[in-house]
């Protein structure tokens, strides 16, 4: 297998940035068409429109043959046995429209998705916001950037110790849909632990991820179900920003490690050397 080092990394984002913009185009071609897509559902009730599937082709067509031998995952492809996948050393994961609740209620608020999995980690991701035109990127040994349309500028993970000095609150993000009474109560055992006003920002999609990523909120405990392709690619940026992503088990979360695509619930961390494991 070809080496995944910064070079090769950065060669691939030559390829990744045009990519994941056309495939935010296609998706912004039917958010912005007169008439309201249909949306059907799928097996599991989330929902499913043509700009899902209209992502999915662009990507999968032009990741392919990006790499030799490293197969594509989509949410919108059918998923392989785990006795063919799970022999997968590297494969390209994405979701072409996450946030499809959001596309649907039109708050922009949803993102294109692309991760490189090595060996179970990620090691390189890309979340696009085709409403704002923002690309947020990262990887082990190319940092973490944000592209809001002025070219990349670094990004990263704050310290709650530098949030309480700028005399901001802790920020905890919630998901619009899922989760909210447990993010709550763990909203008032942090109040009265810190004895400090925790913020709490909602936010679809991946986004939420890229909040931590980008130093403003501190974390985003998960604790409703998601798939792997949710949360790959932001994970690879909250890493390369300096956060991590841990399981309930407070371990790092890993990709393709069993036979159902479901990941545990997560908590994303922005600083590491706080005692949140005490709190949570
Ligand atoms: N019961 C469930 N099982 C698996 N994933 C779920 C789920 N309920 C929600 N999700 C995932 O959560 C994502 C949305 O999260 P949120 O509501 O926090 O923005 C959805 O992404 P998609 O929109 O790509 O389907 C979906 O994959
Ligand atoms: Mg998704």
New binding site residues.
Partial sequence: MQPLDAAAKAQLLTHLTPLIRQAGDAILAVYNHADAPEVSHKH?S??LTEADLAAHRILVAGLTPLLADVPVLS?ESKLPDYEVRGSWHRYWLI?P??????FVNRNG??TVNIALINEGVPVLGLVYVPVKNVLYLGGRGIGAHKDAGNGPQAIQCRTVKSALAAGESIALVA????GADAVDRLMQRLEKETGKPVLTRN???SL?LCLVAEGLADLYP?L????E??TAAAQAIVEAAGGVVLDDDFKVLRYNQKDDI?NPFFYVIGDTSYPWQELL
């Fill in positions: 599991d989330s929902p949410e979701d429209l996450d946030g499809t609740k959001e608020e949803f998901s619009r849909n899922h936010m679809g999609s939420k998960r409703a179900p998601t798939s392709w949710d479901l």
